[in-house]
């Protein structure tokens, strides 16, 4: 894909939402969240078809989460967090980005 994007994926709501080489490379950076590394495509599923919550500090960033039976430690959810961001080029135009900035897994129950 251009532009460094490592794949997009559709949300329920038809927002369009990508990863990119930069942001994955983030996510499982050994500081990070190394466990995330064999967890790729469970990334684009939480997506897909994750519940999604407005962050209550930051009004452009979602957290969409979808609960796994096979994650270690006794996590239960992974959750990718989402920034939406809206430019105005230099002739008025209005483009949107959605954009995955971070993935973990927690435990908790919906």
């Not at 967890?39 to 939480?46: G, R, Y």
């Not at 962050?55 to 430690?73: E, H, I, M, V």
């Amino acid at each position: 894909m251009p532009d460094g994007k490592l794949w997009t994926q559709h949300d329920r709501f038809g927002n369009e939402i990508y990863l990119t080489r930069e942001r994955w490379a983030h996510i499982v950076d050994l500081d990070n969240h190394p466990e995330m590394a064999d967890f790729f495509d469970e990334i684009a599923e939480t997506i897909r078809l994750g519940r999604r919550r407005q962050d209550p500090y930051d009004p452009s960033g979602y957290q969409y989460y979808w609960g796994f039976a096979d994650l270690p430690d006794g996590n239960t959810h992974l959750v990718v967090c989402v920034r939406f961001r809206w430019r105005i080029g230099l002739a008025g135009a209005v483009s949107d980005e959605k954009f995955v900035t971070t993935a973990y897994m927690q435990a908790f129950k919906e």
